[in-house]
């Protein structure tokens, strides 16, 4: 996704908030933590591969997954906040 920061920023904090994994109010789009690219929830997981670096992610909390795409969220399971891309 080519977008530059500010327009990438409103996408972050305008996105819809959706209920994933039973944990509501969490933003749709996510920044990646490895990568920074723009990942939209589409699954009903919370585990999220990202499209561009293929790392595997929390989308609640944002953590990431180890090599083999295990997550290792800590309990208990808060939503991070929106991100800011810098
Ligand atoms: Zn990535
Ligand atoms: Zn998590």
Redesign the pocket.
């Known amino acids: 996704m080519n977008t530059d920061v500010s327009e990438f920023s409103t996408i972050l904090q305008n996105c819809q908030k959706k209920t994933i994994s039973n944990v509501s109010n969490v933003p749709s789009v996510r920044s990646?933590p490895?990568?920074?690219?723009a990942?939209e929830h589409v699954d009903a997981c919370h585990n999220m591969g990202?499209v561009?670096?293929?790392?595997h992610f929390c989308f609640i909390c944002l953590e990431k997954a180890d090599d083999r795409g295990n997550l290792k969220c800590r309990q208990p399971h808060t939503v991070a906040p929106v991100q800011t891309p810098t």
């Open positions: 990646c490895n990568c920074k690219e990942i990202c561009n670096c293929n790392r």
